[in-house]
């Protein structure tokens, strides 16, 4: 095992998820360590597990929708394991007394179950599990539409309305403004600041794309979409809409344009998010994102302890 300080300068051998990417990191927090397991033949990197430290707290990812160990698809999860356990030795030496990770929803990987599992098999606690939804994009996404989504997505289009990206159409800041009315007359908290959210798309331009849904001049839906994984896997981050157009539902004529722009570029995921916090359902959000067709997979956080070791 190889452990940085800070952000590594070198690479695995594997597609990294945009939340493991060093651009990433460089243009947020960077981790505290970031631990690589090396393949002890070729010497590339197999397994990378960035880690924060808040006091005697590690964290998982810091303020991203998802940390913990990205890893080479081949890899065993014995191997794995072994990682792990060093990691936990080495925290252990530095006085940290618990390791949260925060997983990635279920739908993103065919081993997820077993990459669960590893957690719960080292004596991680589940903490919470958030219910999150997803898009399959291999599927016809105006097929799988409530018959009252349907009719909201149609009213949409009588009246005229279009979607497009945003990026030199309105100015970041005008699109924050927008998204933390939206926010703050829903009583959700905002998680990024201005400055922040106007940085994602000039720091990392290629992961970010803004998009809207006018009537003639006036935005009425927004949301940022995030390009998790290349051509294979989009977020949806940040929805908004505005409060005299509640009856149109802009977001389901949103959803859809974008559904369309993601599709033939070969993404066969679109990640709605989730639908819950710390594990206490929405019922009215997970209700709505069902209406759109939407699946639900399980997002687990894991604890290790009061005492890590």
């Given amino acids: 095992m190889t452990i940085h ?46 880690v ?20 080479a698809p081949d890899l065993e999860m014995p191997v794995l394991q072994e990682f792990v356990e060093e990691i936990i030795q080495f925290l252990q030496n530095q006085g940290v007394k618990s390791l949260q990770v925060n997983c990635f929803a279920a739908c993103y990987d ?15 606690i589940l903490l919470y599990e958030e219910y999150n939804q997803h898009l399959d994009l291999r599927k016809d996404f105006r097929q799988g539409l409530h018959p009252s989504a349907r009719r909201r997505l149609a009213k949409c289009k009588r009246a005229g309305m279009y979607a497009q990206p945003l990026q030199g159409v309105l100015h970041p800041n005008v699109v924050y403004e927008f998204i933390l009315a939206a926010r703050q007359r829903k009583g959700y908290p905002m998680s990024i600041s201005a400055t922040s959210f106007a940085e994602l798309f000039d720091k990392i331009p290629d992961a970010y794309m803004q998009w809207g849904v006018f009537d003639q001049q006036t935005l009425v839906a927004t949301c940022t979409v995030v390009l998790v994984r290349k051509s294979q896997i989009a977020y949806y981050f940040l929805p908004a809409d505005h409060p005299n157009y ?6 389901i004529f949103l959803i859809d344009a974008i ?48 005492n890590v070791g």
């Fill in 5 to 50: 300080l800070g952000v590594p300068s070198v690479s695995p051998s594997f597609a990294l998820d945009l939340f493991q990417q060093t651009a990433y990191w460089q243009a947020n927090t960077p981790p505290t360590w970031v631990f690589d397991y090396e393949h002890p033949v070729t010497g590339s990197i197999q397994a990378r597990f960035p």
């Fill in 259 to 306: 559904v369309q722009y993601l599709q033939p570029l070969g993404f066969h995921l679109f990640d709605l998010g989730i639908s819950s916090y710390r594990g206490v359902l929405n019922v009215g959000l997970a209700r709505f994102k069902k209406n759109v067709g939407a699946i639900f997979s399980p997002k687990p956080c894991f604890v290790y302890g009061n």
């Fill in 52 to 71: 924060w430290c808040e006091g005697t707290q590690a964290l998982s990812p810091h303020k991203a929708t998802f940390g913990g160990i990205a890893f």
């Fill in 246 to 251: 509640q009856a149109y539902s802009p977001s």
């Fill in 110 to 124: 065919a081993h997820a179950e077993a990459y669960f599992q590893l957690f719960t098999s080292l004596g991680f």
